[in-house]
């Protein structure tokens, strides 16, 4: 019976390491370029989006000719959902960090949205 045990104990815990490992190995879908459209009252307001990982941590920053093309860091990234991503960006322009989140559409696109409201699709550069 001690055996018995002692085997269950051994496999749940190579269970365990083997799914850690699993988790740690994979790379979040959304590293890379992503040139992302948002749809405001002003219009369509065009940004590149970068996202990498160092250190096992993702970052990103984001360019944009209408904020002078100058990059600008992502803040507060949550990639908790595999399919999902949200961040938040402070611009001077409008005085206040905005967020935004995105959800995978297919393997090179996301759509979601900036403040919860204006529209954002985003593709895989």
């Known amino acids: 019976m001690k055996k018995i045990a002692f085997m269950m104990v051994c496999l749940m815990a190579m269970l365990f390491v083997s799914n850690n490992t699993y988790a740690q190995d994979q790379k979040s879908p959304f590293i890379g370029s992503w040139l992302a459209t948002a749809s405001t009252p002003m ?58 989140y995105l959800t995978l559409d297919g393997e090179n696109a996301a759509k979601g949205a900036m403040m919860g409201q204006f529209p954002v699709e985003a593709k895989r550069k």
Do not use: L, P
């Open 43 to 100: 219009g369509d307001s065009e940004m590149t989006i970068v996202f990498e990982e160092k250190d096992g941590k993702i970052t990103g920053y984001m360019t944009a000719e209408a904020m002078g093309e100058e990059k600008i860091e992502c803040e507060d990234i949550n990639t908790e959902k595999a399919d999902e991503i949200s961040f938040t960006f402070y611009t001077a322009m409008a005085g206040m960090n905005i967020d935004v």
